[in-house]
């Protein structure tokens, strides 16, 4: 008995020594306790206060990227072929997601004078390490993915900078990029990599006017002109395998959190919930649940779960008609990633 103690103590004492190298490299690379501490970022002041002009029409182009889980593998043959994805595949999608944003909102709805675009960067951008099965198969580990993925995010924010007046990117952290076996109630945002991923992009992006709403709350309030949106990633409601799917934990959950949020003020009431998490594209009033990048994966497949093809939400909003034309963007091209 005494020697299980002993190789469960040296087996705890060689993980924390790993995971020690694994944040001096980050704090090497990225040199974060001096550039990323002191950077300023907005809060729910984000967008300035606009009304309706007369004889124009104003709007705001808005989209989600979550679930991108970039570093993961998925192949073909263990989904029925209906699904591949890598990192290869994940940075084509990410380059299609920003290239459809700009031409559905410019080409095919130009009648508005936009006043800027909004990323929701709404959690699990990576794999992690979280399970088991992921950090064995993820075609790399979360650090070099940190970096193979911070070029191609940032140009694709420039991007879309360069198409609309005003950027905003709200940030929100997801449960995959977590650096504990458990979710913690203190510390839960730092203690993620996608809030870490987002504040190295805003230093990166610091002098190019976009503007970045990283928030230290699991939930976030932003305001676009009279519509008020609260982003989370989704994970804290619990259920959806049912006949009734997820409509019984949005339902509960929105209630939880508006009624929560009204009995701390009147400032934090919102109009429409944005989350990610579930993988499933939905639209519903009040609520916007976002797809993934990935696609479906041999969970879902495993699960018996439905078949969704990878998609993230786009729609506009207009200060005469509020949250207005919702639509999936499509961003996977069978031929183009050769599967």
Request: hydrophobic share 35%.
């Amino acid at each position: 008995w005494s020697s299980d103690v002993c190789s469960s103590d040296l087996n705890l004492k060689r993980e924390n020594d790993r995971l020690q190298k694994v944040i001096a490299d980050f704090e090497r690379r990225y040199d974060l306790v001096s550039s990323i501490d002191g950077l300023a970022v907005a809060t729910t002041k984000a967008w300035p206060k606009a009304k309706a002009k007369k004889g124009a029409h104003h709007g705001i182009a808005n989209t989600v990227s979550s679930d991108q889980h970039f570093g993961e593998i998925v192949r073909p043959g263990e989904v029925q072929g209906s699904n591949s994805y890598n990192m290869t595949i994940a940075k084509q999608r990410w380059q299609t997601h920003v290239e459809k944003v700009i031409s559905l909102s410019k080409d095919h709805l130009g009648y508005l004078t936009y006043d800027g675009a909004h990323i929701w960067w709404n959690g699990d951008a990576f794999s992690g390490d979280i399970h088991e099965e992921l950090a064995k198969s993820n075609e790399m580990s979360t650090l070099a993915t940190f970096e193979a993925m911070l070029e191609p995010i940032v140009n694709g924010l420039l991007t879309i900078n360069r198409e609309f007046p005003r950027t905003v990117v709200s940030v929100r952290r997801g449960n995959h990029t977590r650096t504990s076996r458990k979710t913690p109630a203190k510390g839960r945002v730092r203690e993620s990599f996608d809030w870490l991923f987002m504040r190295v992009v805003a230093r990166e992006l610091r002098n190019s006017g976009i503007v970045f709403d990283i928030t230290e709350s699991d939930d976030g309030i932003v305001q676009q002109y009279d519509h008020r949106f609260l982003a989370t990633h989704g994970d804290q409601f619990r259920g959806g395998s049912g006949i009734s799917g997820i409509m019984t934990p949005l339902a509960l959950g929105n209630y939880r959190k508006l009624r929560r949020n009204v009995s701390i003020g009147d400032h934090l009431a919102y109009d429409t919930m944005i989350l990610g998490h579930f993988h499933q594209y939905l639209v519903i009033p009040g609520v916007i649940v976002n797809g993934s990048l990935k696609g479906y994966d041999e969970y879902a497949y495993i699960e018996n779960f439905g078949f969704e093809p990878p998609q993230q939400a786009l729609w506009l909003l207009t200060p005469e008609h509020g949250k207005t034309f919702t639509a999936p963007i499509l961003p996977a091209d069978r031929k183009r990633e050769g599967w």
